[in-house]
Nanobody
Framework: QVRLVESGGGLVQPGRSLRLSCVVS????????MGWYRQAPGKERELVATAISDGNADYADSVKGRFTISRDNARNMVFVKMSSLKPQETTVYCC??????????????????????WGQGTQDTVSS
């Protein structure tokens, strides 16, 4: 069973930085795209940044130039360094990974799925 666990959240002053980490554990074939999302109360979940296995990354326009996503494929981890944080960025940040896993159906036949797996999220509070 695949599990994602985030860490690194907490309280930080406006303008300061925070680094989040996410580690994947369990059993899988490959880990494809990994990323970070956030969802403020009453708002839609929004993409923060994603990175594929070769490191190519995409960012939300609102975080470009301030956030940096990175991966450690050997340790099955993804990070996001968030700089110049703003109070309105106080919310829960979640890690997501697209993972290929092997399964066996009721007939004993093996098949492969690619699914999105989510972590529980970590609360980040930007406040003075």
């Amino acid at each position: 069973q695949v599990r994602l666990v985030e860490s690194g959240g907490g309280l930080v002053q406006p303008g300061r930085s925070l680094r989040l980490s996410c580690v994947v554990s369990g059993s899988w074939l490959t880990v494809n795209k990994m990323g970070w999302y956030r969802q403020a109360p009453g708002k839609e979940r929004e993409l923060v940044a994603t990175a594929i296995s070769d490191g190519n990354a995409d960012y939300a326009d609102s975080v470009k130039g301030r956030f940096t996503i990175s991966r450690d494929n050997a340790r099955n981890m993804v990070f996001v360094k968030m700089s110049s944080l703003k109070p309105q960025e106080t919310t829960v940040y979640c890690c997501k990974a697209e993972i290929r896993t092997k399964h066996t159906d009721s007939s004993g036949r093996a098949y492969i799925n690619t699914d999105g797996y989510w972590g529980q999220g970590t609360q980040d509070t930007v406040s003075s």
